[in-house]
């Protein structure tokens, strides 16, 4: 760990992914909370797999088609809100199951994202850090793009929190209220699927979903309102990102599976302390 602290000051793409990792902790932190209390953590593993299709059409484009001002990032966002709100509005109007539509949108997601890579020469290599991040090949226009993502997620999240916070622990008060319901859902899964395409630079597809619970799961132990879950989560996930990019950087361990890793070991953590302490409690009033 202090090879990686000595290395930060010289070392630019570390100090880039640092700063990535930080940042997306913010959205993290507040959506987050926002997805474990509304109960929506598999509408936001639809949407991470289904932005691999968004990324390989950009790439395709990009390499192929010569279009080089179009990043893989820019058709993550497009491809997220897309499944985000077709979710959204199918769960709402439709009469299909919500699960077999999140089921379709994954593995189409999925198999355009495939089908494209195989079309694009050289992007193989890619492949593996988009399923499972590589946070050290986050670019400076990449962290452009993240801190505005993660601008409008926190400051949409934070504006509307009076009625996200309603739509979430209690709906029909909200809609006696007066408050749209529909709208605020579906700006929620947007939020959602932003915050997702944020950290897929940090952890990957494969294991954004547990950056984006275990923090917050890990904070809902020790806080008793969402504002402060939130903040508390929000400082959970750049430690954690903080500490595993640290541990990751000497024996060259992915930085993303290094993350969760510690972030599953503190929730694990966490329970096994309050059963623990549960069980104490209950010993001593029965004694």
Known sequence: MIEFFDALGANTLLRHALLAGIIASVACGIVGSYVVTRRITYIAGGVAHCILGGMGA????????????LEPLHGAVVAAV???????????????RED??????????????????????GYY???????????????????????????????????????????????????????????????????????????VTVVGLVLVIALLTLPVAVAGHFASRLWQMMLLATMISAALTTVG???????????????????????LAVIGGKWLLAGRRRTARSA
């Not at 950009?58 to 001002?69: C, I, K, S």
């Open 100 to 121: 077999t539509v999140i089921s379709a949108l994954w593995a189409i997601g999925m198999a355009v994202g495939i089908l494209f890579i195989a079309r694009t020469p």
């Open 58 to 69: 950009a790439r395709y484009l990009h390499t192929v088609q010569g279009w080089t001002w």
């Open 245 to 267: 990019l640290a541990i990751s950087y000497g024996p060259e361990l992915p930085p993303g599976a290094t993350t969760i890793a510690l972030a599953g070991g503190m929730y």
């Open 125 to 199: 290599e890619d492949l593996m850090s988009y399923l499972f991040g590589n946070i050290l090949l986050v670019s400076r226009e990449n962290l452009i793009l993240i801190g505005g993502l993660d601008i409008m997620v926190v400051a949409v999240g934070l504006l509307f929190y009076n009625k996200f916070l309603a739509v979430c622990f209690d709906e029909e008060f909200a809609r006696l209220r007066g408050v749209s319901v529909e709208f605020y859902y579906l700006l929620l899964l947007c939020l959602t699927a932003l915050t997702v395409v944020v950290l």
């Open 82 to 96: 897309a499944a985000a709100l077709t979710i959204g509005l199918v769960s709402l109007r439709a009469r299909e």
